[in-house]
């Protein structure tokens, strides 16, 4: 918890800007005007006034059941951070290359605690039911480049997720020992493969980036196309090739 009390001398708006910000992390993805006070060490309504400004500019978003969240502008300076800012401008022209092979939606993604996030994605020319957008986070357990993520996650990650399963569509794979298999099954083939399982009438093919520095998953690549019965090989091909480059020049 960040400190910064509204009637503490030598505190800046500033200072407590950044503490409401930082009252968000892995575990507190969506606070209440309350929470954040209490995690800010600010009164309720200093905190009301500075988030109404943080609104207003983008840098948290006010949900419907009242909890806010961080907004857009916190995301987009967020990639500009040397890890994932790395990862994009590294990554841009072999997207636009599986794109150009593929025609498909593609998606570049890494694991932000039990979830996937979406750093980049071209939206490809079929009608697909596509419900990511950058930025975006999802369950790891039912998209392409979440599987990948999730099978070469930490044990705690991996313990967690497995408790809970939700349903998103009726394809979508709720077993602990069934998605356990393909996991396993992911890691020695190198390849993710999920068939409605987040969106009916959506296929998804995706394989992990591989830092050659260490052998480290740092980020997964993917596809989602209308259906799997053709150009597969060619759909693996081109996500492989891309790959490879990424994990080289990271």
């Known amino acids: 918890m960040m400190a910064g009390n ?28 309350t929470d954040l006070a209490r995690r800010a060490g600010l009164a309720v309504p200093t905190t009301h006034r500075l988030v109404g400004d943080l609104v207003s500019g983008g840098a948290l978003e006010r949900r419907d059941d009242g909890r806010y969240v961080v907004g ?43 979830q996937v996030l979406y750093l980049q994605r071209l939206a490809g020319r079929a009608s697909v039911p596509i419900v990511s957008t ?4 999802l369950p790891l357990h039912c998209t ?22 939700p349903r998103v569509t009726p394809k979508t794979i709720t077993s602990p020992q069934l998605l356990a ?35 480290a998953v740092a980020a997964a690549i993917g596809v989602v196309v209308p259906t799997l019965k053709r150009d597969r090989q060619r759909l693996i091909g081109a996500l492989q090739v891309a790959a490879r480059g990424i994990g080289r020049l990271l």
């Open 72 to 114: 857009r502008l916190l995301w987009e300076a967020g990639l500009l951070a040397p890890v994932q800012g790395r990862l994009t401008q590294v990554a841009e022209p072999f997207l636009s290359d599986v794109y150009a092979a593929t025609l498909a939606t593609v998606h570049l993604a890494v694991r932000d605690g039990d």
């Open 181 to 215: 298999a393909q996991l396993q099954r992911i890691r020695r083939e190198g390849l993710a493969v999920t068939a409605e399982e987040m969106s009916l009438g959506a296929y998804s093919l995706a394989v992990p980036i591989v830092q050659s520095s260490d052998n």
């Open 144 to 165: 392409g480049v979440g599987k990948i993520l999730l099978a070469h996650a930490p044990a705690d990650v991996h313990d967690r997720v497995m408790r809970h399963l």
């Open 134 to 137: 950058v930025g975006s986070r």
């Open 6 to 33: 509204s009637s503490a001398p030598g505190v800046t708006v500033t200072q407590r800007l950044l503490a409401v910000i930082g009252a968000f992390d892995e575990r507190h993805r969506a606070l209440t005007l």
